[in-house]
């Protein structure tokens, strides 16, 4: 009974992504090579002085990305420490100075990390014109840069790879606006709150009161799980019946974190004049996804344990209307799509169902990834797997008729190497520095051992990934912390960015060569195959030493 309702529930998810793939991967194609301006946009490059004709280099397209970036940081750390002043505040105290820091870069890259109780620390108006605004603008950001990319690939001796402010300015108004509109409504429908309550006290039936929190949850929801954000308007984010009420909200819910992540490769396709192309990037995402929900599944109905199968299962941390594979589905999908949002606790699972949660942000989180950077992410993998396969066949890779070389490969390489440092190099300070060791141990860790070993890797593998996700046995509201989580976040966000901007400034330069006999297909299942297996062998080199001191150690003892 169980197996079957799996797969009722598999196909039924399968089913709606098929049906959106082709529409919405080739809107978003047109939305980006368009040359037409909407009038509302016209409106808007006037006032910031944008002329929408005149395409960018990837140097000053950087830059624009850095300096939007950095002045949304600068807003949203302002709102929160003026939070006291504004209206709709509840009350609440302004946010201190290091998480106000540690939140600000968290949202502006996508992350949505939350060290603190959402309802209790921020009021309405720094969701709204703080938090939620950069779930838009922070989502639109990655669309960009996959797209920018795309068109390295497309183009032919050019100098630009578009405009940074276009295209930012498209993927909000014409894409993330109006499916979060529609999508609101839907989760509104299906039982999720949209008020301005505050915190009413209501009489219970026993005769005691109980306080009910309000907000406009559904508004955020949506392009909280739609632009893959992950924070959520409650603690307990999508295991809150106000954010995730029934079991078809959680389906849909899942539906709006792949939706566009999986549509992108159609995206890419068409605009690189060749849908097979497309097709072979969904194939390899969509079998790194079968592979690792399949196993975090089995993880956690086998229910490893005297006190799991005494209960009946791995029930601890799950919630009864969604089950275990509701939530097995739930967390494969938000840890490899770079949301974060959980409908279960990720601290509760089996070890190694624990594990499959941080091995899915290991991989790179390009089964689909996060939106844009899941595309952009598997897009350096195939460059990977082109290089290799040209040095197994003795002569110079190409893909999409573009060479890659030295200058190419070398990109690549530091994209793929950069969050692994950072998750390592996090991990090992905080356990190398006595002071700080101590602190983390005393302070941060409930769970001593190796499963508090593991809360700490999880952690920094969340923040470098922009991922958000945690095992919430973690206090990480402390100065250690904060900071050293708040530049992870940073840096696993914009040294990424900068590789593949770099890139797609070099393939733009370069003219199509003509594909001979020698050239490798990459629209075939043997092209698949190499890039899902280039994926897993580059994760499990470099992770499995220190995986094997926290959930491996743990999961076999």
Not at 218 to 242: D, R
Not at 534 to 557: M, N, Q, R, S
Request: hydrophobic letters at 50%.
């Amino acid at each position: 009974m169980t197996a079957w309702l799996f797969v009722a529930l598999f196909a039924t998810l399968i089913l709606m992504l098929g049906i959106a793939y082709r529409p919405l991967g080739d809107y978003m194609a047109a939305t980006f090579t368009t040359r037409k301006d909407l009038k509302v946009e016209r409106g808007f490059y006037r006032l910031i002085g944008v002329d929408s004709r005149v395409d960018q280099s990837w140097p000053v397209y950087l830059r624009s990305v850095v300096a939007f970036s950095v002045l949304g940081v600068l807003l949203l750390y302002v709102l929160q420490r003026t939070q006291a002043v504004l209206p709709y505040s509840l009350g609440l105290a302004p946010v201190p100075e290091g998480l106000s820091f540690n939140t600000a870069i968290s949202f502006v890259t996508n992350t949505n990390w939350q060290s603190y109780t959402p309802e209790t620390t921020v009021g309405y108006t720094v969701q709204m014109a703080g938090l939620v605004v950069q779930n838009f603008l922070s989502a639109a950001v990655g669309l960009a840069i996959a797209i920018t990319l795309v068109r390295g690939f497309a183009a032919h001796r050019s100098g630009t790879i578009g405009n940074f402010w276009v295209d930012i300015t498209r993927a909000t108004l014409r894409i993330l606006l109006p499916l979060s509109i529609v999508f609101a409504v839907v989760l509104i429908v299906g039982g999720v709150i949209q008020n301005f309550n505050g915190f009413p006290t209501v009489h219970t039936l026993t005769g005691g009161t109980a306080t009910i929190p309000g907000g406009p949850v559904a508004s955020q929801e949506a392009i909280k799980l739609l632009g893959n954000n992950g924070g959520g308007f409650f603690n307990v984010n999508s295991a809150h019946p106000f954010e995730n009420p029934t079991a078809w909200t959680n389906l849909v819910e899942i539906f709006l974190m792949l939706l566009i992540p999986f549509s992108l490769p159609r995206t890419f396709g068409k605009m690189v004049g060749d849908n097979r192309q497309g097709y072979a990037i969904l194939g390899a995402m969509a079998t790194i996804f079968v592979i690792s929900l399949v196993a975090l599944t089995l993880f956690e109905l086998q229910g490893a344990g005297t006190a799991t199968q005494a209960a009946g299962g791995a029930l601890e941390g799950k919630e009864q209307r969604f089950g275990i594979l509701g939530s097995t589905l739930f967390a494969t999908t938000s840890t490899l799509t770079s949301t974060g949002a959980v409908n279960s606790m990720h601290d509760s699972f089996t070890p190694l169902g624990g594990m499959m949660t941080m091995l899915n942000m290991m991989t790179g989180e390009v089964a689909p990834g996060g939106i844009g950077a899941g595309l952009y992410g598997i897009l350096m993998v195939a460059i990977i797997s082109v290089f290799l396969a040209g040095l197994m066949v003795g002569r110079t890779p190409e893909y999409l008729g573009k060479k890659i070389g030295s200058r190419e490969i070398k990109l690549a390489s530091l994209y793929i190497l950069m969050t692994p440092t950072l998750v390592l190099l996090g991990t090992g300070l905080s356990f190398a520095i006595p002071a700080i060791k101590d602190n983390i141990e005393k302070v941060s860790i409930f769970n001593p051992g190796q499963h508090g070993f593991s809360e700490v890797l999880y952690a920094f593998t969340s923040a470098a990934n922009n991922n958000g996700s945690a095992f919430a046995g973690l206090s990480a509201n402390t100065p250690w912390l904060n900071a050293a989580l708040g530049a992870t976040m940073f840096l696993g966000r914009f040294l990424p960015i900068v590789f593949v901007v770099a890139l797609a400034g070099s393939l733009a330069a370069q003219d199509k060569v003509p594909a001979t006999s020698g050239t490798l297909p990459t629209h075939r299942p043997l092209f698949v195959t190499f890039v899902v297996g280039v994926v897993i062998i580059v994760a499990a080199l470099t992770y499995f030493p220190v995986l094997a001191l926290g959930p491996l150690a743990e999961g076999l003892h």
